[in-house]
Nanobody
Framework: QVELVESGGDSVQSGGSLRLSCAGSKYMKSNCMGWFRQAPGKEREGVSCISRTGDTRFYEDSVTERFATSRDNAKNSHVLEMDSLKPEDTAMYYC???????????????????WGQGTQVTVSS
């Protein structure tokens, strides 16, 4: 069992910034890491993905140019920097470990092998 713990969720005004962090076990070093989010009444969606070495990153279209993901394998940490936040970014955000070293181009959620408990992000207008 991989233990993932997220932190950094908060309530902010539109245009604000937040930094979400995820920390877990040594298994993070061997796998691609992702951030997902789920808004009330909506399906969970993938937000970002970063490969095991950090050389490949993908973002959901609506967050490109505003969000940035990074990782530090030496510290077993994974970060999502969020800028220019909008009310539509309001959701529970989840860190996830995928069972592959490279970011998949589709069916990303099906490859998740463990989830964090989630951290709430609320953006008010």
């Amino acid at each position: 069992q991989v233990e993932l713990v997220e932190s950094g969720g908060d309530s902010v005004q539109s245009g604000g910034s937040l930094r979400l962090s995820c920390a877990g076990s040594k298994y993070m070093k061997s796998n691609c890491m992702g951030w997902f989010r789920q808004a009330p009444g909506k399906e969970r969606e993938g937000v970002s993905c970063i490969s095991r070495t950090g050389d490949t990153r993908f973002y959901e279209d609506s967050v490109t140019e505003r969000f940035a993901t990074s990782r530090d394998n030496a510290k077993n940490s994974h970060v999502l920097e969020m800028d220019s936040l909008k009310p539509e970014d309001t959701a529970m955000y989840y860190c996830a470990v995928l069972g592959v070293p490279q970011c998949p181009t589709e069916n990303i959620e099906q490859l998740v092998i463990d989830w964090g408990q989630g951290t709430q992000v609320t953006v008010s207008s």
